[in-house]
């Protein structure tokens, strides 16, 4: 398993303004990926983090608003840049580990966020 | 590309009853398939999943699901709730992505009130 935790858990933030999100693992992975759950939605991927290489987004997604870094094998930060109210959701950080064949996914605790 | 429906975006359900909880999916190539649960104000922990061999599978808090390839169905059951299963079951699907992960494609979930 993995254990992953994220700061803040929360945050209400005005529009215009920018927020980091980071993404903490109790061991090195290799992929790290953002998602986003915006409220009563499911899950979309905007992001997949690969130590030393530039994320690759998915569609609908683009770096100048949500730049990600992604300095060593344990770590990662999602920036949610010049916020709007359509910003406002769950922002999960996941893993992927090795498990019977297949790799798994396991989901941080996700960071509330809240744009007036 | 694949894709998840949940058919049900709510399922109330009398504490001591079953429950099925409906998931289909479409893809072109094998696949993965895999249950999550979200507790309030939570991330998302995995139920069960389903690699290959035995068509029954079955999870943590006595959770099972059924793989139907000719149905192209892995509908998720409990033969009698609790109160502590009120929750958000996602369903979801992987394929092996462009950069060798396990690309997921997750429901619109379905919330599972237990009545008492």
């Known amino acids: 398993s993995a254990v992953i935790s994220q700061k803040p858990s929360r945050d209400i933030c005005q529009r215009g303004t920018s927020l980091t999100i980071q993404c903490q693992v109790d061991s090195q992975v290799t992929m790290m990926f953002w998602y986003r759950q915006q409220p009563g939605q499911s899950l979309t991927l905007i992001a997949t983090a690969n130590q030393g290489s530039e994320a690759t987004y998915e569609s609908g997604f683009v770096i100048d608003k949500f730049p990600i870094s992604r300095p060593n094998l344990t770590f990662s930060t999602l920036t949610v840049s010049n916020m709007s109210p359509e910003d406002s959701s769950i922002y999960l950080c996941?893993?992927?580990?090795?498990?019977?064949?297949?790799?798994?996914?396991?989901f941080g605790p996700g960071t509330r966020l809240t744009v007036t | 590309a694949q894709s998840v429906t949940q058919l049900d975006s709510q399922v109330p359900v009398f504490e001591e009853a079953p429950v099925e909880l409906r998931c289909n999916y479409s893809s072109s190539v094998s696949v993965y398939l895999f249950w999550y649960v979200q507790y309030p104000n939570q991330g998302l922990q995995l139920l069960l999943k389903?690699?290959?061999?035995?068509?029954l599978v079955k999870g943590i808090n006595g959770f099972e699901a059924e793989f139907n390839k000719s149905q192209t169905s892995f509908h998720l059951r409990k033969p009698s709730v609790h109160i502590s299963d009120t929750a958000e079951y996602f369903c979801a699907v992987s394929e092996a992505g462009a950069g060798g992960y396990q690309k997921v494609t997750f429901g619109t979930g379905t919330k599972l009130q237990v009545i008492p």
């Open positions: 389903y690699l290959s061999g035995s068509t």
């Open positions: 996941s893993v992927e580990r090795p498990a019977g064949g297949l790799h798994e996914q396991y």
